[in-house]
């Protein structure tokens, strides 16, 4: 009964690094998204993904990429870290074509500074 | 555009109070309405949700309802617990093409003291 999993829960990493946030899950859902969690701004969608082959942008896409290979996985992977990249990072995803029609499960969260 | 305004944390408030967590919303359309509760060290989990005017939706002791008329959702629980400490967020789907997206407020924290 795992739901959504991320890893890392922490990570530190020095500005130019590049890294792989993963996260999987196991309830065969169409839809998984990420988002990012800063103080005062609440959770603030990077990219999305309605099923395996097809990603799309959110709100604050610059920096991050994504691909979606198949229904359980869909990693974010940071090209060259910024110290405004440090953040939490929340992975979730839902059935039936997204939030709206279905409850939204998260991912525990991934802490990430950089240096 | 769309986007969701709550009140700002934190709330302090003594077990067995009265809570309340105001939350208005912008929305093209009649928007889906959601609070999501995370608890210390967690992700974030659904607390109950509306999908039209005048809808109540409850959990757990806690209640919001649908107010297209003030652009509302506050939530609501007649009597606190320590256990309810916890950061509730308001958000909101858009209807339409976008209805993928989860548009959060900016959450407020709670914190009951014994």
């Known amino acids: 009964n795992a739901g959504v999993t991320q890893t890392p829960k922490f990570q530190v990493l020095k500005t130019g690094q590049s890294m792989t946030l993963q996260c999987a899950q196991d309830m065969n859902h169409e839809y998984m998204s990420w988002y990012r969690q800063d103080p005062g701004m609440g959770l603030r969608l990077i990219h999305y993904?309605?099923?395996?082959?097809?990603?799309d942008q959110g709100e604050v896409p610059n920096g991050y990429n994504v691909s979606r290979s198949t229904t359980e996985d869909f990693p974010l992977r940071l090209l060259s870290a910024a110290p405004s990249q440090t953040s939490v990072y929340f992975c979730?995803?839902?059935?039936?074509?997204?939030?709206?029609?279905?409850?939204?499960?998260f991912g525990q969260g991934t802490r990430l500074t950089v240096v | 555009g769309n986007s969701v305004t709550q009140m700002e944390g934190p709330v302090t408030l003594s077990e067995e109070a009265f809570l309340t967590i105001n939350c208005t919303y912008t929305a093209t359309g009649y928007p889906s309405l959601f609070w999501y509760v995370q608890y210390p060290g967690e992700g974030l989990q659904l607390l109950l949700k509306a999908t039209k005017a005048d809808d109540k939706g409850s959990n757990k002791g806690f209640e919001a309802t649908y107010r297209k008329e003030t652009t509302s959702f506050h939530l609501e629980k007649g009597s606190v617990q320590v256990s309810d400490s916890a950061v509730y967020f308001c958000a909101l789907t858009p209807r339409g093409d976008s209805s993928y997206k989860l548009i959060f407020g900016s959450g407020t924290r709670l914190l009951v003291r014994p």
């Open positions: 993904s309605v099923g395996a082959g097809i990603t």
């Open positions: 979730a995803s839902s059935g039936n074509r997204g939030p709206m029609n279905t409850e939204a499960f």
